[in-house]
């Protein structure tokens, strides 16, 4: 969770300098090189045909739908407020996990959800427009659809690891992700600026391999051990990290009603916490 909120001051500082687009590209191709080196294990797994609509489906909600609304919103908004609308993930995830996976859920479950919309929207309408957020509410908006992408992205890695190990899950979101944003960029007909700094350069990089392969790759590998809606409660932590480290090293500014608002937000989450829920196994 440090590593992805770590990322959000890391493409907020990179998509300064580059096209949101190339930095996506670049990320997924750097991460796509970091798993050459187990292609040939790779090749010795047992693929069934039932797995490639749900791989290719898992590939398209996250990284190719979820970059592409993030990228958008952090065009928008800042990193402090997209961090925060990530509290809904956990919520929407309760919610998909007991439909699609047979998780329980709760009235109090029910009632947090709602109760953090409303702190999301607030947040949202609270925010005032500066050079870090020229639109939060649209912005705010689009984050929330990547929530809701990234949503169906855990319900499908939760399935595919029954039968798929986490770093071939992590392996195929990568080079899946490299070929659509390539696809993106070389139609967008986007082109590297002619002058881009060592931090922005150290910025990608650092989004391709510690977050598209290390984030990635250790919460595939949590969502395979434990309930979806457990592991989803710990992107909880994202704005702690997001917001601290936006403040520290962006310059961010959050005001007494958004801090209102997050909290509210954090108050809905905690509702939806069910105390006693045993790991899947156990």
């Known amino acids: 969770m440090f590593l992805w909120g770590s990322s959000f001051v890391a493409m907020k500082y990179a998509i300064g300098r580059i096209d949101p687009m190339l930095v996506v590209c670049a990320r997924m191709i750097i991460a796509s090189l970091c798993f050459l080196p187990f292609v040939r294990s790779f ?13 290719l489906a898992m590939g398209i909600c996250e990284p190719c739908l979820y970059f592409l609304f993030e990228a958008a919103a952090l065009n928008l908004t800042s990193a402090s407020q997209a961090s925060m609308i990530t509290t809904m993930l956990p919520l929407l995830v309760a919610v998909a996990a007991a439909l ?25 309408l609270a925010a005032s427009v500066s050079e870090h957020a020229p639109n939060p ?69 650092y989004l391709g391999t510690f977050v598209s392969v290390g ?3 250790l919460y595939n590998f949590g969502v395979s051990r434990v309930p979806a809606n457990q592991a989803a409660a710990f992107i909880n932590l ?28 954090f108050v809905g989450v905690m509702m939806t916490q069910q105390h006693g829920t045993r790991p899947e196994g156990d």
């Open 238 to 265: 994202i704005p702690l990290w997001a917001i601290i480290l936006g403040v520290v090293l962006l310059g961010e500014r959050f005001t007494l009603w958004q801090f209102i608002a997050g909290l509210l937000i």
């Open 137 to 205: 509410v649209l912005g705010n908006f689009l984050e929330f659809l990547a929530m809701v992408t990234a949503t169906g992205y855990i319900i499908l890695v939760k399935k595919l690891s029954a039968d798929l190990p986490s770093l071939f899950l992590t392996a195929v979101q990568s080079f899946i992700g490299a070929v659509f944003f390539l696809f993106i960029v070389v139609i967008m007909d986007i082109h590297m600026p002619e002058a881009v700094s060592v931090s922005a350069l150290l910025s990608v990089l």
């Open 43 to 55: 090749s010795r797994l047992h693929l069934g045909r039932k797995h490639l609509l749900p791989l």
């Open 215 to 217: 984030a990635y790759g």
């Open 100 to 124: 699609f996976l047979g998780e329980s859920i709760t009235r109090r479950v029910v009632a947090g959800l709602v109760l953090a919309a409303v702190g999301a929207v607030w947040l949202s």
